[in-house]
T-cell receptor, first 113, second 115 residues
């Protein structure tokens, strides 16, 4: 019930292409869905987040698409660059009163020239 | 940009020894957390802390673990008697008062190796 399932485990995309990472959840009480980017040896850094009252959120080259009925959300990275090579985690949180983030298993993204 | 600072970056300890991992959260943040990440696996919640007490803890956070905010700036995680399976990256995080609209800020982590 508390799990967040993430796919794929690893992804190789050519420079300039679109990287797509998918997540699915079961707990309908989740109401905040962030994506984190993690470089080797560093902590996760918040990239972009969405609430279930919108279906899409865009910040620069990064877009979250959210499908509430399917309980799925995805991260799209447009014009992928070598500097985007990192591990990406989706996460979910129940609102006020329950602070913990439940993370997906992570996707190692590699952008090749 | 404000940062969450963790020390040490790497700690090696013998099984059965006590370790204390230290964190300095962002100064105006009120909510504090510890997470861990076993190598190659997902980030897992350990404990949340607010108003000088634990708000929530996971089943991982057993009696061997404790947290403390000994002064106005530090937030520590103590493992009393380390086991081999405690080897992981431990991340401290903090969040603002209006936390619902913000993500955590994570520190760079402490890599704990138990030998």
């Amino acid at each position: 019930q508390q799990q967040v399932k993430q796919s794929p485990q690893s992804l190789i995309v050519q420079k300039g292409g679109i990287s797509i990472i998918n997540c699915a959840y079961e707990n309908t009480a989740f109401d905040y869905f962030p994506w984190y980017q993690q470089f080797p040896g560093k902590g996760p850094a918040l990239l972009i987040a969405i609430r279930p009252d919108v279906s899409e959120k865009k910040e620069g080259r990064f877009t979250i698409s959210f499908n509430k009925s399917a309980k799925q959300f995805s991260l799209h990275i447009m014009d992928s660059q070598p500097g985007d090579s990192a591990t990406y985690f989706c996460a979910a949180r129940v609102g006020f009163g329950n602070e913990k983030l439940t993370f997906g298993t992570g996707t190692r993204l590699t952008i090749i020239p | 940009e404000p940062e969450v600072t963790q020390t040490p970056s790497h700690q090696v300890t013998q099984m059965g020894q006590e370790v204390i991992l230290r964190c300095v959260p962002i100064s105006n943040h009120l909510y504090f957390y510890w997470y861990r990440q076993i190598l190659g696996q997902k980030v897992e919640f350990l404990v949340s802390f607010y108003n000088n007490e634990i708000s929530e803890k996971s089943e991982i956070f057993d009696d061997q673990f404790s947290v403390e905010r000994p002064d106005g700036s530090n937030f520590t995680l103590k493992i009393r008697s380390t086991k081999l399976e405690d080897s992981a990256m431990y991340f401290c995080a903090s969040n603002r008062k209006d936390r619902a609209n913000y993500g955590y800020t994570f520190g760079s982590g402490t890599r704990l190796t138990v030998v």
